[in-house]
Each structure stands twice: as structure tokens, then as C-alpha cells.
């Protein structure tokens, strides 16, 4: 049976706004969403399209896969996952953007205000998908996208999480900043501040922070940031 938790979370006082070491032209319309192995990243954008970017040449070519409103993407080393913002799909993709299959995950909020992003856990073994706000929601799924829990969060906005260092990184475009969430007890540890318009994508690469922006088509990219 899913669990319904619902977490008042309590920020610490700590809140440091971090400061781009470079930013990089996106070809790549508005990016909703990245997700890097390597100098290999996989870029979704809110027009249902999906590009490939090499961090070392700074290069992006679109693939040759299309959907609806992709607002997350997570890239294992085998496997592409493409999450839709209205239809409330992932869409299972292989390293050559072959298709390979579809899961629905069930979710009743409005069509405009669903999944932002999706990342696994590897440490529990559950993917999980954040939904956008009314109300910001954490849900955490099995390797077959059957849904586990939800937690609901104390949240105004999210835009995308990645998994970093233990943690839940949890983008936030409305309130310009990075929660940092244990992601066994829920807790917001930190509260980081960003200076972007349009913040829509996180991920980790090569001892850097990325962060895309859809409304600039740009990407920023950050020393990590120290959260002790």
C-alpha cells in the first residue's frame, strides 16, 4: 500500500549563494532537464525533443526521438529515461535512443503542474520523481516505475533533483535556490542560493555542478558546493 507522509521541513539557517565559473550557449530550445556520465550529457527539452552534449567540445546534436512535454531526464549506463511533464509518462530509451518501453505512473494533479524530474537513488534502489507544486511531491518508485511512497514536501516549487554525495538535490526556479535533502529522513540540510532566471535542470559531472536554464537556453556551470 503507498505510504502518505507529509514532512514539515525545517531549513537551517545556513544559506550561501553560489556564482557560475562559466556559461555556455544551448543549442537545444528551451532545456528542461540534464543528466551527464562522464563528458556525455543527455539534454530534454520542453518541446518533446532530446539532445545529446558533449561537455569537452561543448557540442549538441538532436536525436532522433520525439514526445510530448519532457520536463526530466535521467541517464543510467545503459539506459535513457524521459520523463513527461502532462501525460504522466517515462519513456525507457537504450543508448542508441531506441525505444524500449513506457511507464504510466499514476498521478491526479493538474496537467500543467505534474513530474519535473526524475533520478534513481541507488543506494535504496528507487527511482525517483519530484512533481512541480499543489503540492510538491517527492515519489519514490521500483525498478518496474510501480509507485512505493509519497512524500509531500514543505516546498513552493520544484524544477528538477539530482542525486549527489548521499543527497537529494532539489532545484527550485521559484525560489532561486538548491534544497540539499537527506533522503531517509527528508530533511532539508541546506538551502543554497542561485542568481538564474529559469533555473529548469541539475546534474553532476566531473566535479561540477551544472545547471540549465529553459527561459536563456544556457547552461551554468559551478564548483560543487561545499554543504558541510
Not at 26 to 52: H, M, Q, R, W
Not at 93 to 105: D, R
Request: aromatic letters at 12%; a negative charge; proline letters at 3%.
Amino acid at each position: 500500500m503507498i505510504k502518505l507522509l507529509i514532512f514539515n521541513i525545517i531549513l537551517f539557517s545556513s544559506s550561501d549563494l553560489i556564482r557560475p565559473i562559466k556559461v555556455i550557449n544551448l543549442n537545444t530550445g528551451e532545456p528542461s532537464a540534464i543528466s551527464c556520465i562522464d563528458n556525455d550529457c543527455v539534454i530534454a527539452s520542453d518541446n518533446g525533443k532530446v539532445f545529446t552534449f558533449d561537455v569537452t567540445t561543448n557540442k549538441s546534436k538532436e536525436m532522433n526521438f520525439s514526445g510530448e512535454d519532457f520536463e526530466g531526464i535521467y541517464m543510467s549506463d545503459e539506459y535513457i529515461y524521459v520523463l513527461e511533464e502532462r501525460s504522466r509518462k517515462v519513456e525507457k530509451l537504450n543508448s542508441k535512443f531506441e525505444h524500449l518501453n513506457t511507464y504510466e505512473i499514476s498521478y491526479n494533479g493538474r496537467l500543467n503542474r505534474g513530474f519535473e524530474g526524475i533520478v534513481y537513488n541507488p543506494d535504496l534502489k528507487r527511482f525517483i520523481v519530484v512533481t512541480e507544486t499543489n503540492p510538491c511531491m517527492l515519489i519514490e518508485l521500483n525498478e518496474d516505475f510501480q509507485v512505493l511512497k509519497n512524500k509531500y514536501l514543505d516546498i513552493n516549487e520544484l524544477s528538477d533533483i539530482t542525486f549527489y554525495g548521499g543527497m537529494y538535490w532539489l532545484l527550485s526556479e521559484e525560489d532561486h535556490c538548491i534544497y540539499i535533502m537527506d533522503p531517509n529522513s527528508y530533511r532539508v540540510e541546506k538551502k543554497i542560493k542561485l542568481n538564474i532566471i529559469g533555473a529548469e535542470g541539475i546534474c553532476f559531472v566531473n566535479n561540477l555542478l551544472f545547471i540549465t536554464s529553459d527561459k536563456l537556453s544556457k547552461l551554468f556551470v559551478y564548483d560543487v558546493p561545499n554543504i558541510n
